[in-house]
T-cell receptor
Framework: GAVVSQHPSRVICKSGTSVKIECRSLDFQATTMFWYRQFPKKSLMLMATSNEGSKATYEQGVEKDKFLINHASLTLSTLTVTSAHPEDSSFYIC???????????????FGPGTRLTVL | AQSVAQPEDQVNVAEGNPLTVKCTYSVSGNPYLFWYVQYPNRGLQFLLKYITGDNLVKGSYGFEAEFNKSQTSFHLKKPSALVSDSALYFCAVSANTNAGKSTFGDGTTLTVKP
């Protein structure tokens, strides 16, 4: 089956520093990757949609200068949380989708998530 | 705009009993419907999807879901629950008309008691 990895699984950083999270599709090429933030009450919030070779599309209310997304290859997307603050502490999850034809009927394969704690 | 509603925050069933986790949706155009499961501190795992064809879709771990167009529902079911089925379940919908983005419900926590 399709496997998506995320690294690191857990990170603790000081306020004001930047943190990079990597998302890799290990055995398939993902034209589209998604970044989510999951809150303690469990709901998933889509942050951005990332297509290989183009700029990410951010959801309303998500600061693109704070959450930098790069999708340089068909197997790697990165999310950088710049100048992190305690309110950025959360569980960040990426997903990848194989795009066949129009693609929106294909399921997403999710990474295991990254727990970010900002002190 | 598309949306998903999972009306139950929590579902409790006894092991061996049938389970149902409810999902209703709203979308422009033809819906593509998905169920995912999340275990503690993990990412989501794909369970099953409805694209077209037979309204009853069978997926992983003995789960199935029935697409009901008139009721705009896609309830997840299993004939006999296992304790190991205890997890967080998400329903999602997408459509070609929305750049392929999926909208997720808020999730339903399923607890199966021995």
């Amino acid at each position: 089956g399709a496997v998506v990895s995320q690294h690191p699984s857990r990170v603790i950083c000081k306020s004001g520093t930047s943190v990079k999270i990597e998302c890799r599709s290990l055995d398939f090429q993902a034209t589209t990757m998604f970044w989510y933030r999951q809150f303690p009450k469990k709901s998933l919030m889509l942050m951005a949609t990332s297509n290989e070779g183009s700029k990410a599309t951010y959801e309303q209310g998500v600061e693109k200068d704070k959450f930098l997304i790069n999708h340089a290859s068909l197997t790697l997307s990165t999310l950088t949380v710049t100048s992190a603050h305690p309110e950025d502490s959360s569980f960040y999850i990426c997903s990848a989708r194989v795009n066949l034809d129009t693609g929106s009927y294909n399921e997403q394969f999710f990474g295991p998530g990254t727990r970010l704690t900002v002190l | 705009a598309q949306s998903v509603a999972q009306p139950e925050d929590q579902v409790n069933v006894a092991e061996g009993n049938p389970l149902t986790v409810k999902c209703t949706y709203s979308v422009s155009g033809n819906p593509y419907l998905f169920w995912y499961v999340q275990y503690p501190n993990r990412g989501l795992q794909f369970l099953l999807k409805y694209i077209t064809g037979d309204n009853l879709v069978k997926g992983s771990y003995g789960f199935e879901a029935e697409f009901n167009k008139s009721q705009t529902s896609f309830h997840l079911k299993k004939p006999s629950a296992l304790v190991s089925d205890s997890a967080l379940y998400f329903c999602a919908v997408s459509a070609n008309t929305n750049a392929g983005k999926s909208t997720f419900g808020d999730g339903t926590t399923l607890t199966v008691k021995p």
